[in-house]
């Protein structure tokens, strides 16, 4: 999926602009926050609350040739010209290996601060772009709605607009309650249309007597998106208070090769200024690799593998870091067989990964077999709620089943008990 497909997916899925912020957020500034802190130099009840960061590789990544099954005969007859060599891959166990340029993933792996979730999946897959990134965002294989798992988490909870923040250039589904959505804020800050001014879109935020109901709420919405863009522009200035944390500012590139690490680069400076977020969205796009693969699969996992290492070391050295949980998924994998154009076509199943310090590192799930497939496709083992409920539960301490609609999820041990 290209940038400009994906822009389509998130412009479609109902979500539109930098300032889809819902209604309901506290009035917070950067000086409010730093008001509250505790004595410790932390304000409350951020230090110790652990922190989500979901990391969407939109256009179907090639799960066969990110976890290699190395060993296995059928992987190299089915992917004559695609398939690693044994000697190429970076092994985890006996049978599977990460793809050659993960290295700084391996070193994770080593370090157990790394989970493979294998063959995660949905039932009835759907081999659309749009459809199936819907159904991962909204939590809803079956029925197609309008609010994302993350959104409906924020209903709940009546959190804030800062609670759940995107640094994309679009605010992805996922984020989208019916009541409260979380912020978006792209890299670089806000951006206005031509002939639009800050001044116009905080004249825009005050609200008037005898407003309707419709207009309050649109004045609610330009109102917290000051406020959030000065949260973060605020948190990108701020001096970490562990002395061992980095001070180097974050990159401020909107695309290509630095486009991945300069969201988590701002990710991890929110960390480190103690914003209150709980929940971090970022993404890369480009998987959509139906021709010439592997030269382009590499570089876009060479990306992941240096801006997610690099963001994992970096929060390890800082207590509210400690606790972040870093989430790496796609819409589906690729078929197993390979395509006439040394690429491969929309598949289904594909591995999950799980990365932070607190993360009990290993497999989870079954592989899915090569031998049975489903019309040529692997068979889901692992249902993609039970991942996202799992994260519900021991990151953000809620109940799966009320934000899943109704699936009773099969809880993971992701992260070590503490």
Not at 59 to 68: I, K, R
Not at 357 to 367: H, L, R, T
């Amino acid at each position: 999926m290209d940038s400009l497909t994906r822009r389509k997916f998130l412009l479609a899925s109902g979500v539109v602009g930098a300032g889809a912020i819902a209604t309901g957020a506290a009035g917070v500034t950067w000086k409010t926050l730093m008001d509250t802190a505790s004595a410790d130099g932390h304000p409350a009840g951020t230090a110790k609350t652990p922190k989500l960061v979901l990391l969407t590789l939109y256009g179907g990544n090639d799960g066969l040739n990110t976890l290699v099954p190395y060993t296995d005969p059928v992987y190299h007859s089915l992917r004559p010209g695609l398939a690693y060599a044994p000697e190429q891959v970076l092994p985890l166990d006996d049978t599977l290996g990460l793809n050659p340029v993960m290295k700084g993933m391996h070193r994770l792996w080593t370090d157990k601060q790394l989970a493979v979730i294998r063959g995660v999946g949905y039932p009835k897959p759907d081999r659309s772009h749009f459809r199936s990134m819907d159904i991962w965002q909204t939590a809803s294989p079956s029925t197609p709605i309008d609010t994302g798992w993350v959104g409906r988490w924020m209903d709940g909870t009546a959190a804030p607009a800062e609670a759940a923040v995107s640094f994309e250039s679009v605010l992805p589904p996922l984020l989208a309650g019916r009541t409260r959505s979380g912020a978006c804020m792209g890299l670089g800050g806000l951006r206005l249309p031509d002939g639009i001014t800050t001044e116009m879109v905080s004249a825009f935020s005050r609200g008037r007597t005898g407003d309707s109901p419709m207009r309050a709420r649109a004045a609610d919405v330009y109102a917290d998106l000051i406020k959030v863009n000065e949260l973060v522009r605020e948190a990108e200035k701020a001096v970490p208070s562990d002395p061992d944390a980095s001070t180097e500012a974050p990159a401020t590139g909107t695309g290509g090769a630095d486009a991945l690490a300069a969201q988590l680069s701002l990710v991890a400076r929110c960390i480190e200024s103690n914003v209150p977020t709980r929940v971090y969205s970022v993404s890369l796009g480009g998987f959509d690799t139906h021709a010439t693969e592997r030269p382009g699969h590499e570089q876009l996992l060479a990306q992941v593998d240096g801006a997610l290492t690099a963001f994992v070391n970096r929060i390890g050295k800082t207590e509210n870091g400690r606790r972040v949980t870093v989430v790496v998924y796609s819409e589906f994998g690729r078929r197993v067989h390979g395509n006439a154009s040394a690429g491969t076509d929309h598949g289904t199943a594909g591995p999950v990964f799980v990365a932070g310090p607190g993360v009990a590192g290993g497999f989870f799930g079954e592989q899915p077999s090569l031998k049975d497939l489903d019309d040529g496709d692997l068979k889901a083992t692992v249902d993609f709620r039970d991942v996202f409920g799992s994260l519900l539960a021991s990151v953000l301490d809620a109940e799966p089943e009320r934000y899943l609609e109704g699936h009773q999820a099969k809880l993971l041990p992701l992260l070590r008990p503490e």
